[in-house]
């Protein structure tokens, strides 16, 4: 019994810590980011172009995945929706306006971040975890650069940018895809679906404020988990399962967080 | 003679597994000490502990007269600036050019430009005969350019200022190999045991060198430091060590499979 409480709290020790750890990873990359804007000396040491080559593999090798993912998930989610309906009113009216607001608020951006924690997640982890595992993040500790200010920060910048440029492609898709499936397979008028009365200006902030939540959430996490990585290539797993299922769950409490935050600012009136 | 580095009364567990149990080692100044002994045994982790990259758990350790152990972070980017390191495996950034790979040091360190950092970084390449590969990749190269090209990049962490007293350049005082000739071909590894000498002669560096390659030990060594059971066994010169009648060393040294050593594992 002791043996089981020891161990209990032992978790919980190692938990919290892991906790503060993530904390400080994120703290460092903010002031990575602040010292590459002030251009203190610090900052100096990143290779040339990391950046756009960050953008390039968050961003643009994303693009055909979230695409076609999103757009058979909005295919999918309209279909239930008017199948349903067909079932109990037959009033298609609503399905358009409803969708492209839900979608907007909330759908674009959630799920986009759910694709890209997967795919950007598993790879952040995986390169920085094979660094850490082959000494190259000592040895960039020993070269006098942080290794925060070089491996996460252009991750950091890249993925927030990308995830906000992809969540409102996602968007489109989705509600293009969803528009195209409503119209073809339960005949709903192609101008009564793709009605945008009942999107606010406070959804299309709260997609802002959530593509930039989880843009944020990612390289973070995933950072944090190669940089924990240890031993082999058995680490390096470790490293990136860690990553997609730390990354996948950081975007869904932040979801739960907004959307909460958001019903508590608006009064509910969502 | 004060020592140069030093290490006092250090402890070190992984996962509540002791690996060293009262390490006490000096080195002198311009000294080139390798460290031998069975894998495991804690060697690079000993190394490691003099720049921060391995905390200990109970001891102390000595640069220069200052206590290293106890330093932050940031502290410590001050003490890597006297110290370098050439890893196991070269950890050059395969994304860099050799001379980017080496620029990036004093770009960081000695505060230069790019252009001009890259002038130095050719410069120090010229010094372990790797000039003409500036502009490769380091995946183009083989395993001996490597470690070449890394010992490059160590030396080009330095102080900003000018030499310090006693030191014929400005680049790093001491310099910590991990296995600088595992996995090379011995033409490849005796030049890089030349480069170690070298440095130790021309330029006065402090050279202190991991190794399981007898052939650099008693080749190149000033003094060897044998450890065993988390602990110096012995610290001799080579031929002192070669001549010593401790079964231990002497199975050691000879490589042979069974004796008075203790092998956990096996």
Redesign the interface.
Known sequence: MSQRIANIGEAVVSAARAAAELWMVYISTLAGIWRAITRR?AG??R??G?LV?QLHAIGNRSLIFIVVTLGFIGMVMTYEACLQLSRVTGDYSQVGPQYIRLVISDFGPTLTAMMLATRVGAGIAAEIGSMKV???V??L?????LPIDYLIVPRFIASVVMTLLLSTVACLVMYGAGGLTAHYSFGVNLNLFFDVQLVRMRHVVMMIVKAVSYGAAIPVVAGFCGLRARGSSEGVGWATTAAVIGSSFAVIVLDFAISAAALFVTGGDL | MSAFVEWRDVHKAFDGKPVLRGLSLGVAKGEVLFVIGTSGVGKSVTI?QL?G?VPIDRGEIWFDGQRVDRLRERE??AL??RI??V???S???D??TLA?NVA??L???K?LR?AAALVEARALLERVHMAEYADRHPAELSDGMRKRAAIA??LA?CPAGPAAPGQLHSGPEVVLFDEPTTGLDPVSARRIDRLIRELADELGVTAIVVSHDPTSVFGIADRVAMLYQGVVHALATPAELRASPDPIVQQFITGQSTGAMETPGF
């Open positions: 000396k100096r040491g290779p040339k990391e080559r082959t000494e190259q000592d040895a500790r020993m070269s006098g650069v | 490691k720049i990259l410590l980017y890597r600036r370098g390191m890893f196991q495996s950890t050059l950034f994304a860099m980017e990036l040091p770009r960081k360190h505060q790019h990049r160590t962490v």
